[in-house]
């Protein structure tokens, strides 16, 4: 009796690079696509529907992203284990994509042996990382599991990220993404951030940070 074929779920709104996905893994014995999706609602209705082992999902689409679609798709129930492949290497995308609940992340630019490679270790119950991105995440968490936020105490260290992330000059939707929290979990959270620093405005509050010595993240290298 012969082994059922892993089942995938592209997730790509670029309808030529899924032509190259199919392609491939029409290619590739032991698996087969059972759906195509061109954007994160699209994935999140296929992925309960056609009930994929894998879904080899874009990070940046339109609408709902790929970030949020993982979210939405292992919240509910999906035995499935996501496979983030995007071209942006940001980290904080490949870092709220894993807090998403994806089981690994590789760039597009990888090539067909390391992208079928990729879906052997996922189906197999295995994580994998691109090597460059599984590098940084190092240096990130062990620079900042040394960094304390002594500037502002009374504050939680989820305010503490949020006032990080206002005074680098990012919007409550840019945080939310960050951080993978909803538009209002960040607004109520800047609401407390204004109360604790005794200030009124968005402004003030940044202006209280810089002043702190608080600003844009450095740079990964």
């Given at each position: 009796?012969?082994?059922?074929?892993?089942?995938?779920?592209?997730?790509?709104?670029?309808?030529?690079?899924?032509?190259?996905?199919?392609?491939?893994?029409?290619?590739?014995?032991?698996?087969?696509?059972?759906?195509?999706a061109?954007?994160?609602?699209?994935?999140?209705?296929?992925?309960?529907?056609?009930?994929?082992?894998?879904?080899?999902?874009?990070?940046?689409?339109?609408?709902?992203?790929?970030?949020?679609?993982?979210?939405?798709?292992?919240?509910?129930?999906?035995?499935?284990?996501?496979?983030?492949?995007?071209?942006?290497?940001?980290?904080?995308?490949?870092?709220?994509?894993?807090?998403?609940?994806?089981?690994?992340?590789?760039?597009?630019?990888?090539?067909?042996?390391?992208?079928?490679?990729?879906?052997?270790?996922?189906?197999?119950?295995?994580?994998?990382?691109?090597?460059?991105?599984?590098?940084?995440?190092?240096?990130?968490?062990?620079?900042?599991?040394?960094?304390?936020?002594?500037?502002f105490?009374?504050?939680?260290?989820?305010?503490?990220?949020?006032?990080?992330?206002?005074?680098?000059?990012?919007?409550?939707?840019?945080?939310a993404?960050?951080?993978?929290?909803?538009?209002?979990?960040?607004?109520n959270?800047?609401?407390?951030?204004?109360?604790?620093?005794?200030?009124?405005?968005?402004?003030?509050?940044?202006?209280?940070?810089?002043?702190?010595?608080?600003?844009?993240?450095?740079?990964?290298?």
């Amino acid at each position: 009796m012969s082994t059922p074929s892993v089942r995938v779920l592209l997730a790509d709104d670029h309808p030529l690079f899924r032509d190259g996905l199919r392609g491939l893994i029409a290619d590739t014995d032991g698996f087969e696509v059972v759906g195509e999706a061109a954007s994160g609602a699209e994935a999140i209705e296929l992925a309960a529907t056609t009930r994929p082992d894998i879904v080899l999902m874009d990070l940046r689409m339109p609408g709902i992203d790929g970030v949020e679609a993982t979210r939405r798709i292992l919240h509910d129930g999906s035995a499935a284990a996501v496979l983030a492949l995007t071209m942006s290497d940001d980290d904080g995308l490949v870092f709220a994509a894993l807090r998403a609940g994806a089981r690994g992340y590789i760039l597009k630019g990888a090539t067909g042996h390391d992208i079928v490679e990729s879906l052997r270790i996922v189906a197999s119950g295995r994580a994998i990382l691109d090597a460059p991105i599984a590098a940084r995440m190092d240096r990130y968490f062990a620079r900042h599991q040394s960094a304390p936020h002594p500037a502002f105490p009374h504050l939680s260290a989820r305010e503490q990220d949020i006032l990080t992330l206002m005074s680098a000059g990012l919007s409550n939707a840019e945080i939310a993404a960050r951080l993978v929290l909803s538009e209002k979990t960040v607004r109520n959270n800047v609401s407390t951030v204004f109360t604790k620093l005794g200030v009124a405005t968005r402004a003030a509050a940044v202006a209280h940070a810089r002043d702190a010595g608080l600003g844009a993240p450095p740079p990964m290298t």
